[in-house]
């Protein structure tokens, strides 16, 4: 979820790039993002990725949830509470 301010293409951008750029991420079938609807204070979106077989490995989600939130505090949008 992010302010009803921010440039969406510009999000959508940032959601893919960051899955895009995690080595455990699948390129086929590629990283999509999901518009979810509109929120109180929000608009809402989902990032889908697939993950290859890493052997238990269960920190792939945090990993990319870190760079998200990099790249959002760097183009400066907001998360709404």
Do not use: M
């Amino acid at each position: 979820s992010v302010d009803r301010k921010t440039d969406l293409q510009l999000l959508r951008k940032i959601l893919l790039e960051a899955a895009k750029g995690h080595p455990e991420i699948l390129e086929n079938p590629a990283p999509q993002v999901e518009f979810k609807g509109f929120g109180e204070s929000s608009v809402d979106f989902n990032l889908k990725a697939l993950v290859r077989d890493v052997g238990g490995r269960s920190d792939v989600r945090t990993e990319v949830l870190f760079e998200i939130e990099r790249r959002l505090k760097e183009a400066e949008i907001e998360i709404p509470y």
